[in-house]
């Protein structure tokens, strides 16, 4: 056990809270207020005869089959994902850098584009199903995709593989060496030294992985409501649905209190399991950037798993910017095969408004505004998750109280949430719901799990002797950080600060809170191209999807390429 | 040290947000689909020495639940957006005041549907069938005409449709069903569409995006349930005598539903006087003639002038259904729910 924690006197405890401060004030105020609020008010009438449906059986139908769901998306992700993360970690090749871009992509995209992107490549007049037609001379498509569980699943993998990728791929970057060469040299041949060895200390980020994902796959809505055609639902889709169509608050209340109950128990279950001392690991040295495969197995495995990763992420991304400088005019007179056309037409019809709307997004103020919250975003999101994420390195009984708690905004119901902010920030002074600063607020909430999360395994595997050592030597505490903590944490501080980024990015927010049309970001310009009908319309959406993945791609390799200077190769 | 660090952008962020209010500001909520014209809404505030602010809230059900919660601190001064299909569940959550506006005079009473002037008329549409012209020329298909023309083989798995659980493009096509068939016999027909092939999806979007072969997603299904002024939007280039939409309405018995949309003034606004006249606006021929571009909706103004387009393109059904807000609204949770049961599972 650690010794400060044995040590446990008045004033130790006191200034472990500290740090829980600026965190915990922001979780209570932004996530705990709101959310009780509008839950008091749903149970409430809903005690006093408010349901008068029988509820029990549907609820109990749409809970099994959102774990199911869930359930089965997160085991498809790690298979897809921990195969992927040790190509990334270990092996070098070409069009890594690319590759692993492209993999971090789809985790921000909005749901509609993502759709459209599958749709243009597995739908019904999708390029698989064409070719397949041709080919085996097919009177029907023979694929069916919207609307099978299928799809999905396909889309849950498509989105959260990255997180996978991210989290243990991190981790297995920063292993220590040395314990892989000690076992080794005891005879250990290579299979064992991955069973016995790497597995045993990738638990910890692998469990963690497969929370996160399990959580995001538990509360999906847009990929279920637009793939399912209908015919599932999730508890989250079954919340919006009696919120917001059916104007059933109690139901929603009622429903929204068993998902957070749900997440409250996956995420004290994972807190007890994860928040144990990780091994100590050291700055790994200059061969973290991987090695080239070397015997023809390494080589199928990196070959296949390259190939693979490039079906399942580029295809269905290239067919969105393809799609935003193809003109598909058919022939009308015959309807047959479309004709193809090359135009650059939408992307210059995003500059003007010919029906001088009052809600035209000019196309760079959209970039603006975008980049402006992400920014602040990533800044919040890192302020607040050092100190949670430094406490959390050290934990005593206080943290693994506390621990669970900074998890639940990613199970909350954002339907309810929103709803949420609109009873309680409708006033003065915190007359927030009319103000664009909510918007970073509420892409902060969701961001800061993953800053902890990404942060705490870094920060814990730091020796302390380390920086006993320093501070011996004479270092000031500052250059104890600069000198100790940062070259181990620099790497997980960027993964985490991507993450927050392509987090605020990919956020809809029209859906859940009042947003200011003043200030649109890209989602939401791409979101109001979509409602309206004309192929002009359709075109520019898929010109400004294209631009939101191109401001994504650009931010990504921006912050991983943000080194300090002298800190050496990334 | 690092503490107060933590806390500077948070109090940055709440300062902002308390500075910044201006002197005379009027605030409509609406759905996302709210769409006018900067010169139009210019004169507006220019007239009246007012700054507009759109308070965009959801969709239609969306942001009228938003606006029943906060009815004790209301967001806006006016709402708009409201449909048939809500309104009887608006105007029973007592959050609009009366107002007898002059311009209630140049409206058909067909459109007004509170007596009591606590929600006005703006605008309606038709939720019909759209069909692409393209498909049925080539395969010598006649188009069809009436709801029983769906069912039969030769129409098999050819039309797209919204779930009513999830778009109001959906319900309102349900709701015309049950007009046709009445209460007794839709679920009946619509157990032989599904049997017919009838494609379910979410919303508008994808339905009229990705499934449907007459828009620019090329889908498979050559019907869609859309609007009766979707047509326009489909006129490539120029307009000239020539012209013709790839796309059309089916205007049969009861093929399509009137969706008729209300604005209303919110209980407890400051701003009385200058709510009232924003909706005298929204009912006047400039903000009526400017609509139908920014939302392909029709003016109920009955002075206000069509645009070329909506004239030449975009038809209105003789006969469309109607069912009085009361009906819906005692019966729409239950028969979405029957549909569902029918229909999805």
Redesign the interface.
């Given at each position: 056990m650690d010794p400060a924690t044995l040590q446990g006197s008045r004033a130790v405890e006191w200034r472990r809270v500290l740090p829980w401060l600026a965190p915990g004030l922001f979780l209570a105020l932004f996530f705990f207020y709101p959310l009780g609020s509008i839950l008091w008010l749903g149970l409430h009438s809903a005690l006093r005869g408010g349901i008068v449906a029988p509820v029990f059986l549907p609820t109990a139908q749409v809970f099994l089959f959102t774990v199911y769901q869930a359930l089965l998306s997160t085991l498809l992700t790690l298979a897809i994902g921990l195969p992927s993360a040790f190509l990334f970690a270990r092996y070098t090749f070409r069009g890594k850098s690319s590759l692993r871009l492209l993999t971090a992509i789809p985790f921000m995209l909005p749901t509609v584009v993502v759709a459209a992107g599958f749709n243009a490549l597995l739908g019904g007049r999708g390029w698989i199903n064409l070719g397949a037609m041709q080919l085996f001379h097919l009177a029907a498509p023979p694929i069916t995709f919207v609307g099978t569980l299928g799809a999905i699943l396909l889309a849950h993998v498509f989105y959260n593989t990255t997180i996978v990728i991210r989290l243990v791929g991190n981790a297995l970057s920063h292993l220590d060496p040395r314990l892989d060469q000690a076992a080794r040299t005891l005879g250990a041949d290579s299979r064992r030294v991955f069973w016995r060895v790497t597995l045993p200390m990738l638990r910890v980020p692998i469990l963690a992985a497969s929370l996160l994902v399990f959580l995001f796959d538990f509360t999906s809505f847009g990929v279920i409501l637009l793939l399912g055609g209908g015919r599932f639902s999730t508890l989250e889709v079954a919340i919006y649905l009696q919120a917001t169509q059916l104007l059933n608050l109690p139901l929603a209340a009622l429903l929204s209190f068993v998902q957070l109950c749900c997440t409250l128990v996956f995420s004290i279950l994972y807190s007890r399991l994860v928040t144990r001392r990780p091994v100590s690991s050291a700055p790994r040295p200059a061969d973290t950037k991987g090695r080239p495969a070397r015997t023809w197995r390494e080589r199928l495995f990196v070959g296949g798993i390259v190939v693979f990763l490039f079906l399942m992420f580029v295809l269905p991304l290239v067919s969105l910017p393809l799609r935003s400088i193809t003109r598909l005019e058919a022939d009308r007179a015959q309807h047959g095969p479309v004709q193809y056309g090359l135009t650059g037409a939408y992307y210059l019809d995003l500059f003007q408004n010919p029906t001088e709307t009052i809600f035209y997004v000019p196309p760079f103020a959209a970039i603006g505004n975008s980049l402006l919250y992400a920014t602040v975003t990533v800044v919040l999101s890192l302020l607040l998750g050092f100190p949670a994420a430094s406490a959390l390195a050290r934990p005593t009984r206080l943290e693994r109280v506390l621990d669970p708690f900074f998890l639940l905004p990613l199970g909350a119901s954002a339907v309810t949430l929103g709803l949420g902010f609109i009873i309680t920030f409708n006033r003065p002074p915190l007359r927030l719901v009319t103000s664009p600063v909510l918007v970073p607020l509420a892409h902060t909430l969701v961001a800061l799990p993953f800053v902890i999360r990404i942060l705490q395994p870094a920060l814990a595997s730091i020796p302390d002797r380390l920086r006993q050592a320093a501070s011996s030597l004479g270092a000031p505490p500052f250059r104890v950080w600069l000198t100790v903590d940062w070259p181990i944490v620099r790497r997980a501080t960027l993964s985490a600060a991507v993450f927050a980024f392509t987090i605020s990015l990919g956020e809809f927010g029209a859906s859940s809170l009042v947003v200011r049309p003043e200030y649109p970001t890209l989602p939401i310009a791409i979101a109001r191209f979509l409602s309206q009908p004309g192929a002009s319309n359709y075109g520019q959406a898929m010109a400004m999807a294209t631009i939101l993945m191109a401001v994504c791609g650009a931010g990504i390799v921006l912050i991983e390429r943000l080194r300090l200077p002298g800190a050496g190769e990334f | 040290m690092?503490?107060i660090?933590?806390?500077i952008?948070?109090a940055a962020?709440?300062l902002?947000?308390?500075a910044g209010q201006g002197p005379t500001t009027l605030?409509v909520m609406t759905h996302?689909?709210?769409?006018?014209?900067?010169?139009v809404?210019s004169a507006f505030e220019n007239a009246n020495h007012v700054k507009l602010?759109?308070?965009?809230?959801?969709?239609a059900?969306?942001a009228?639940?938003?606006a029943?919660?906060?009815k004790n601190?209301p967001?806006a001064d006016v709402f708009y957006g409201v449909d048939n299909t809500f309104l009887s569940?608006a105007l029973d959550a007592g959050i609009f005041e009366p107002y007898n506006s002059p311009l209630l005079a140049q409206i058909p009473a067909e459109f007004k549907l509170d007596a009591e002037n606590r929600e006005l008329p703006v605008d309606y549409g038709d939720v019909c069938i759209n069909y692409?012209?393209?498909?049925f020329?080539?395969?010598n298909l006649p188009v069809p005409a009436t709801l029983e023309d769906l069912i039969k083989p030769e129409y098999k798995g050819l039309l797209v449709d919204e779930?009513p659980?999830?778009s109001s493009t959906g319900l309102t096509f349900l709701l015309a069903t049950i007009v046709h068939f009445g209460p007794n016999g839709f679920l009946a027909y619509w157990k032989s569409l599904a049997a017919n092939g009838l494609?379910?999806?979410?919303?508008?979007?994808?339905a009229?995006?990705?499934?449907f072969?007459g828009?620019?997603?090329?889908?498979?299904q050559p019907l869609v349930v859309?609007?009766a002024s979707?047509p326009p939007?489909?006129v490539?280039g120029p307009i000239t005598a020539t012209s013709e939409s790839?796309i059309g309405s089916v205007l049969g018995p009861d093929t399509c539903f009137r969706q008729i949309e209300f604005v209303g003034v919110l209980k407890g606004t400051t701003h009385l006087a200058l709510a009232q006249k924003f909706v005298d606006f929204m009912l006047s021929q400039q903000f009526q003639e400017d609509m139908p571009?920014?939302m392909?909706v029709y003016p109920v103004n009955s002075q206000a002038k069509l645009p070329e387009s909506f004239v030449m393109f975009a038809q209105i059904p003789a006969q469309p259904a109607r069912m009085s807000p009361d009906e819906i609204a005692a019966n729409?949770?239950s028969w979405?729910a029957e549909w569902t049961q029918a229909v999805?599972?």
């Open positions: - | 690092k503490r660090v933590f806390l952008p948070l962020l709440f902002a947000s308390c605030t996302d689909s709210f769409a006018a014209s900067q010169p809404i602010v759109f308070l965009k809230s959801g969709d059900g969306a009228l639940n938003k029943i919660l906060t601190a967001l569940r692409d012209k393209a498909y020329s080539t395969h779930n659980a999830s494609v379910v999806v979410d919303g508008w979007e994808t009229y995006y990705t499934n072969s828009s620019s997603g090329h889908g498979p859309s609007y979707s939007a489909e490539v790839p571009l920014q392909y729409r949770d979405i999805v599972h």
